[in-house]
């Protein structure tokens, strides 16, 4: 079940602006999200030690981002 910030987030990412921020662990539930309506055209990952791991579910997450 989505929750509240969920939603919020989602209407943020349909309604972006020229750039938009977004944390890693965000990336954890809303990858799939990120994907259908930011569709960004470059990720900078901060602190990339957390997915230094391939196998961890942050790294997960950040590999299915797509680009255009």
């Known amino acids: 079940m989505k929750s509240e910030a969920h939603w ?3 209407a943020a990412y349909v309604h972006a602006p020229f750039f938009t921020l977004v944390n890693d662990e965000q990336m954890l539930g ?3 999200d990120v994907n259908l309506h930011l569709k960004p055209d470059i990720v900078v990952l901060d602190e990339a030690q957390r997915i230094k791991n391939w196998n961890t579910k942050t790294a997960r997450a950040i590999k ?3 680009s255009r």
């Open 8 to 10: 919020a987030r989602l």
């Open 30 to 32: 809303d990858s799939l």
């Open 64 to 66: 299915r981002l797509r």
